[in-house]
């Protein structure tokens, strides 16, 4: 297929996932309509469709308002947090010391300063979940306030582009809670004490989700699995995160309709990197037990194709033959370039259980992505869809080259 045919294609499908769909979010209509895309598009070019279906979480808010000393102070339901609706005193903490030695009964505390500098990972998480988090979580949950207020301000690593970003984002946690910028919080501070008004209007919403894979066997088992997930944050179009992925996926079926090499290809649209409950990449592994020694190599897309620079291409438990093979490949490519680790990917759930994975992002993806991403910013026109057809056609030499084993 020629190179502008591709790009055109890739500017179709972007089109499609971001705006014709107008949310992907894990649970949402938009998540589903496009997992059934995703399927439909695949089988026609011939590929087998399984799914791992799983009942998750959505989550739906009209606002927030809080009230003290007569005045209006702006604030945010949580990310999939109960509603609420309280009349009671507002106590502080700074620091997790504060923390320890406050009494919440019946109170809605305001965290800020030290204690709201990192986002926390939802209390389930099972990837990464650092101790101070989850330590923070559970003397929220013995102390037991009435509804938590967070003022926070950025936490490009874990939160992305969003500006004050929720300190909590988990559908696990119990608590009722909201979250304001730090400005607001340092206006706010005064009124500890005092009584105080917080209502939030926010509904969790019972809904399902799936995965969906798409197989071309070869001979036996042994596969590569390029993975890219479908999902998106809440109020994001989600184009470079991770619209793009999928789209590469898109090109590279149709490219390889009509494969019939040794080793298997499998293209996976997985569901929930952006979700706290990471269903879709627990589901993943647990539908793969005792499959996942077959897999050869693993490649993840996620926030390819920005418009400026070209596509970081890094290794994670690769072995020589694995590396010199995609060096060599990606040599004939000048878009593709050697770039850093990462560890926040979809990959990792690969390389934690011994699966070698290759993890494609864009080469300015920490500065010319971190602001946009998780936003409603991360829109189409940040993407250069002749990036995305260049990729699938890197994708495509490597994988007609891999050897089989
Ligand atoms: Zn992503």
């Not at 389930?124 to 013995?142: A, C, M, R, V």
């Not at 999902?231 to 009509?258: H, M, R, Y």
Request: some cysteine; charged content about 20%; aromatic content about 8%.
């Amino acid at each position: 297929m020629p190179y502008e045919n591709l790009s055109h294609k890739a500017a179709n499908y972007l089109d499609k996932l971001c705006l014709q769909i107008t949310n992907r979010r894990l649970g949402s209509l938009g998540n589903q309509q496009a997992t059934k895309l995703f399927s439909k598009l695949m089988a026609s070019f011939g590929f087998e469709i399984t799914y791992h279906e799983f009942e998750c979480q959505d989550w739906e808010a009209q606002g927030a308002l809080l009230q003290a000393g007569g005045i209006h102070f702006q604030a945010f339901p949580s990310p999939y947090s109960q509603g609420c609706s309280f009349q009671a005193p507002l106590v502080q903490a700074a620091t997790t010391q504060e923390l320890e030695a406050t009494n919440l009964t019946n109170k809605i505390v305001l965290l800020h300063g030290e204690l709201v500098k990192e986002q926390l990972m939802p209390k389930k998480f099972p990837f990464y979940n650092p101790e101070h988090h989850q330590h923070i979580l559970q003397l929220l949950e013995s102390k037991a306030p009435l509804a938590i207020i967070a003022a926070t301000d950025k936490d490009p690593a874990l939160a992305g582009g969003i500006s004050p970003f929720p300190l909590i984002e988990d559908g696990d946690f119990e608590i009722p809670s909201v979250y304001m910028t730090d400005k607001e919080g340092i206006k706010l501070l005064p009124y500890t004490g005092d009584m105080i008004k917080l209502e939030s209007r926010a509904q969790r919403i019972h809904s399902r989700g799936c995965n969906v894979i798409a197989s071309k066997w070869g001979k036996g088992e042994q596969r590569v699995v390029l993975t890219a997930h479908i999902d998106a944050k809440l109020d994001s179009p989600g184009a470079l995160d991770n619209a793009t992925g999928v789209v590469i996926l898109l090109l590279l079926a149709e490219l390889f309709q009509d494969y019939a090499g040794d080793t298997g290809i499998e293209l996976v649209a997985l569901n929930g990197e952006d979700h706290y409950s990471a269903l879709g990449e627990i589901k993943y592994l647990e539908h793969n037990q005792g499959r996942l020694e077959d897999i050869l190599l693993n490649i993840n897309l996620d926030g390819v194709g920005f418009q400026q620079g070209g596509t970081a291409y890094s290794f994670y438990e690769c072995g020589d033959e694995i590396t010199s093979l995609v060096g060599k490949t990606f040599s004939s490519h000048s878009e593709m370039l050697p770039g850093d680790i990462w560890y926040s990917g979809d990959h990792m759930i690969f390389v934690q259980n011994g699966v070698a994975a290759l993890a494609l992002t864009s080469e300015h993806g920490m500065t010319g992505l971190a602001e946009v991403s998780h936003t409603p910013r991360d829109r189409p026109e940040l993407v250069d869809p002749s990036i995305l057809a260049s990729v699938a056609l890197a994708l495509q030499d490597l994988l007609l080259n891999f050897p089989h084993r």
